[in-house]
């Protein structure tokens, strides 16, 4: 039997041991939030302090956004940030604390750029309807959020046998 010369070629299946690992589940994840979250404000006060003074903080700014620095640092810097770390590291510095990673839930690979843009955007839409999207994580099976969904991802950390076991699609 001959191989299809014109079909796409399949992702390589990652060298992950599905029996090692299972997926993290909600409390893990809003751990790891929390100290992304804290990071980021770490970052972002200083620097907006330094391009705005203290009027930002006190409510004297009018608008939305007090400018395009207020922009950069509030949104893309932290997108940006984010994105690098699910594609280098598989994990934001908050996952890798608590020993969680971020893969494709097909192959277990590292996410694509595509696919780190969209759970990115993914959390927007997760947020919309009371956060539901994001609460999901605790009833789904596989513990995916709508970001997750919507990106095909899930995350992993090291077996400690509370959750089910994590199966990666073949196909």
């Known amino acids: 039997m001959t191989t299809n010369p014109y079909a796409p070629p399949k992702a390589p299946v990652s060298d992950i041991d599905p029996t090692e690992v299972e997926y993290a589940g909600f409390w893990i994840r809003t751990g790891a939030a929390l100290i992304d979250t804290?990071?980021?404000i770490a970052i972002s006060f200083p620097l907006l302090l330094a391009l705005y003074g203290w009027a930002y903080f006190n409510g004297e700014k009018t608008g939305f956004l007090a400018g395009t620095g207020d922009f950069v640092i509030t949104w893309l810097l932290p997108a940006a940030a984010s994105i690098v770390f699910w594609l280098t590291r598989q994990a934001t510095p908050g996952k890798m604390l608590l020993s969680a990673r971020v893969v494709d839930a097909r192959t277990g690979n590292t996410l694509s750029v595509?696919?780190?843009?969209?759970?990115?955007l993914g959390y927007f839409v997760s947020m919309l309807p009371f956060g539901l999207g994001l609460l999901w994580v605790a009833f789904d099976p596989r513990k995916q959020g709508w970001h997750d969904k919507l990106a095909g991802t899930v995350v992993i950390r090291s077996k400690r046998g509370r959750t089910q076991p994590v199966s990666f699609d073949k196909a």
């Open 38 to 40: 804290v990071l980021i």
């Open 114 to 120: 595509g696919q780190s843009i969209g759970r990115y």
